[in-house]
């Protein structure tokens, strides 16, 4: 069975400080990891997947297979960063996801 | 423009009644999926479909029931609704890209509330 756990539910910091979005997953092969992103009054949208190594919005994230963690990190958060964050899974199936529970991050002024 | 619709956005409505929420797709994705969310939760996949004529449940029980008579149409059903079935329901839809690995994209979501 596949897992994604998220630990916290809320993650408040300053503008300007460093954030990191834990995700932790379980999964007996090759998975793949992803971040969705859901703000204010929009659907959710896929932010970045650990295949593509890419930053986007200055988010980064990598996969640590040994630690079974998918962690997205941004140096220096700002505002419209706020958020809904969900770390999802994709097992062998290839196309179905798992979710873990989200992350509200708010950015305050 | 490719996208994913849902409708009704938001509906209320009484305990017993019979519903669907719409969710039509424009992007020629053969897979399409159901999820359902409580504010502030965890999505869990309650139908999704590999194709015409295809329908599975997913990992979370549900009593709704889902049809796919046509690739770009994937509407769920309530035969009798209850305050349990409360919630947000998300639509998406996902494209195999080159690499082998899929996307999903999700529609804006249909909020019910049985009261």
């Known amino acids: 069975a596949q897992r994604v756990t998220q630990p916290e539910k809320l993650l408040s910091v300053f503008k300007g400080a460093p954030v990191e979005l834990k995700c932790n997953y379980s999964?007996?092969?090759?998975?793949?990891l992803f971040w969705y992103v859901q703000y204010s009054r929009q659907r959710l949208q896929l932010l970045l997947r650990?295949?593509s190594r890419e930053s986007i919005k200055g988010f980064t994230a990598d996969l640590n297979k040994g630690e079974t963690s998918f962690h997205l990190k941004k140096p220096f958060a700002q505002e419209e960063d706020s958020a809904m964050y969900y770390c999802?899974?994709?097992?062998?199936?290839?196309?179905?996801?798992?979710f873990g529970g989200g992350t509200r991050l708010m950015v305050k002024p | 423009e490719a996208d994913i619709y849902q409708t009704p956005r938001y509906l209320v409505i009484g305990t017993g009644k019979k519903i669907t929420l719409e969710c039509s797709q424009t992007?020629?994705?053969?897979?399409m999926y159901w999820y359902q969310q409580d504010p502030g939760m965890e999505l869990h996949l309650i139908h999704y479909?590999?194709?015409?004529?295809?329908?599975e449940k997913g990992d979370l029980s549900s009593e709704s029931t889902v049809s796919r008579i046509r690739t770009e149409h994937f509407p769920l059903t309530l035969e009798s609704a209850r305050p349990s079935h409360t919630s947000q329901y998300l639509c998406?839809?996902?494209?195999?890209?080159?690499?082998?690995?899929?996307?999903?994209?999700f529609g804006p979501g249909t909020r019910l509330t049985v009261t």
């Open positions: 998406a839809s996902s494209k195999r890209r080159g690499t082998g690995s899929y996307e999903q994209y």
């Open positions: 992007m020629g994705h053969d897979k």
């Open positions: 999964y007996s092969g090759s998975p793949e």
């Open positions: 650990h295949i």
């Open positions: 479909s590999y194709g015409v004529n295809s329908t």
């Open positions: 999802a899974l994709s097992g062998n199936a290839g196309n179905m996801l798992t």
